[in-house]
């Protein structure tokens, strides 16, 4: 029923920007602490950025932060991840989950696996070229 679905992947160059957005239903969106997770080539999981239910409290990955900004709007039921900078090793499918299975401090300094959250999107591609 949980439905995750995220847009706004594509090609752009070194430097570029991007914005990401993920569309929820099936679930009490504003309830819920939602999150960024990507994987890039070759590469395992790696947790991006978190947001609590209400948007007031947001938290990033060193490799993200400064550059990425993420926020959501409850009345749209929607996630949002604004990138700017954009990398070449910022290359990955990008992920927007949420019902994370353990503390939020625990997922900054650990090895994400799939398992960390209850709920995942089909994933959005980004490229960025050097």
Known sequence: EVQLVESGGGLVQTAGSLRLSCAASGFTFSSYWMYWVRQAPGKGLEWVSAIDNRGRSTYYADSVKGRFTISRDNAKNTLYLQMNSLKPEDTAMYYCT??????IWTIMVATTQKAD??????????????
Request: no cysteine; proline share 5%.
């Open 98 to 103: 949420s019902g994370a299975t353990r503390p």
């Open 117 to 130: 959250f209850d709920y995942w999107g089909q994933g959005t591609q980004v490229t960025v070229s050097s």
